[in-house]
């Protein structure tokens, strides 16, 4: 939520905390491979792993939600603690209200990440080129003509989405058409997060790293070799990109 408190979580239901100095383990109380979290404030942080695993975190405890879905959960996302979206496997959708969970039945193909900018403007990204949309009342599939993978998703302005997946592919659309970049050396891209519409970073692996300036994708040279996960931008510009076998990385703004 700040660069002061960032966390990240892995395998094994492993969470970690930076203070902006050092970073220190937190009891999750899960054994379940956790793979995704999304905060709505320092006291309201919902973690998805495994199993249908789902946590919440009031900034002292995790402790275990209830939901109708016992498939692996890729992504969270929301626009508060009470509008809350889950993917995963088998095209699972979970959208908790602030009661409740309850599972929306959209596809069968896997979903892999969430993001979105309000209640009525939502992405969801998966196997196959596959993209929905939910626009407040219905989810509904968005036509990209790309058979990749996506593994990320950043909404950087209503109506507007950047997705990322195999092959180095980057497809951005404007609120009117799709459009399709690839990276040198089609490395698998899984995560794609920015600051503004033209400071946005898109991570994969092995150590793959690219920057788009609002004009061109330029790959970036990357301290390590780990396949990279998932990224973060805190709003001071420091990014955190996150990998396999514990691989932390972290760039300050220059």
Do not use: C
Request: charged share 20%.
């Amino acid at each position: 939520s700040s660069p002061k408190n960032v966390l990240t979580v892995g395998y094994d239901g492993i969470v970690y905390r930076f203070d902006g100095q050092s970073w220190s383990k937190l009891p999750s109380g899960t054994n379940e491979h956790l793979h995704d979290l999304w905060g709505a404030d320092d006291t309201n942080v919902f973690v998805v792993g495994t199993r249908g695993a789902v946590l919440r975190y009031d900034g002292a405890k995790f402790a275990k939600q209830s939901t109708p879905s016992d498939e692996h959960l890729h992504g969270v996302w929301g626009t508060s603690a009470k509008d809350v979206w889950v993917v995963g496997r088998k095209g699972t959708l979970l959208h908790f209200d602030g009661a409740s969970w309850k599972a929306h039945s959209v596809t069968d193909q896997h979903l892999q990440a969430v993001h979105g900018t309000g209640p009525s403007d939502v992405w969801a990204v998966g196997k196959g080129g596959l993209v929905l949309h939910y626009d407040g009342a219905r989810w509904s599939r968005e036509d990209t003509k790309s058979e990749a993978d996506l593994g990320g998703v950043w909404a950087p302005a209503p109506g507007q989405a950047i997705a990322v997946g195999s092959g180095g592919t980057i497809l951005s659309y404007d609120g009117k058409a799709w459009r399709q970049h690839k990276l040198p050396g089609g490395p698998v891209l899984r995560s794609v997060f920015g600051t503004a519409p033209n400071h946005v970073l898109a991570v994969g692996g092995p150590g793959a790293v690219a920057f788009y300036d609002g004009t061109s994708w330029k790959p970036q040279r990357s301290a390590m070799a780990a396949f990279f996960r998932d990224v973060w931008l805190d709003r001071d510009g420091n990014a955190y990109a996150v990998g396999d076998e514990g691989a932390i990385l972290r760039r300050t703004p220059r």
